[in-house]
């Protein structure tokens, strides 16, 4: 009863701050942002299995029942966490611009998303944590896997398809060949980064290593070539 009680209170809420969205950005959309940053730092630091739902409502700054009115449960506030990180460092318009440039230019822009992504902080945090709980079972990768990754890959399919139709790459398998893309962004220096062999990638080395993938790629898959 408390539940639906609180349901119809975010409910209530949430029209009356669209009736009110030109006087500046939704409360309701402030708490979730927060309650979302404060779930993403706290996976990191301490783990799937170490974070509750109390200490994400402590640092975000807001009730429990507030976090329970955006989540129904940690899964399914994990799952947010990771689409909202991905698409932060990956969001759509990066692909809605295909034949705006070259296909060189094009592949550069989706490339160095791909690869500040991959390549961050956050993401090395990530995979350790993915890693770590492996030996539980696959859910929790499984659920990391289907809140994000897939839908880039997606995307990734779609955008070097749009470029085959323009004949300018000739590709026989587009999962396939986004596979390859990612793990050649992914290469050694996601290696060193994930066992701490190197805390960091400067600018100069990234670009370098981006411009050696695409090359890479575009020696397989270019039209022509």
């Not at 299995?49 to 975000?60: K, N, P, Q």
Request: charged share 25%; hydrophobic share 40%.
């Amino acid at each position: 009863m408390q539940d639906t009680a609180a349901e119809g209170a975010v409910a209530h809420q949430v029209g009356n701050e669209t009736k009110n969205q030109g006087r500046g950005r939704p409360r309701c959309v402030e708490k979730n942002q927060a309650i979302l940053e404060a779930a993403t730092a706290l996976f990191l630091e301490n783990g799937f299995d170490g974070t509750s739902m109390d200490e994400v409502a402590r640092r975000a700054g807001v009730s429990k029942q507030t976090v329970y009115s955006h989540f129904a449960g940690k899964e399914q506030l994990f799952a947010a966490s990771t689409r909202a990180k991905i698409e932060e460092h990956y969001p759509e318009n990066v692909l809605s611009r295909v034949g705006a440039h070259s296909l060189e230019s094009d592949l550069r822009t989706v490339s160095d998303h791909i690869a500040e992504l991959m390549l961050g902080e956050e993401a090395i945090a990530m995979f350790r944590l993915l890693v770590e709980r492996g030996g539980k079972g696959p859910d929790l990768a499984e659920l990391f896997w289907q809140s994000g990754p897939l839908d880039m890959l997606d995307s990734l399919k779609a955008f070097l398809g749009q470029w085959c139709e323009r004949g300018e790459l000739d590709i026989p398998d587009l999962e396939l060949a986004a596979m390859q893309l990612v793990s050649l962004l992914k290469g050694g220096l996601h290696y060193r980064l994930a066992i701490g062999l190197v805390d960091r990638v400067d600018r100069a080395t990234l670009d370098a290593h981006v411009t050696n993938c695409i090359d890479a790629f575009l020696k397989l898959y270019k039209s022509g070539r």
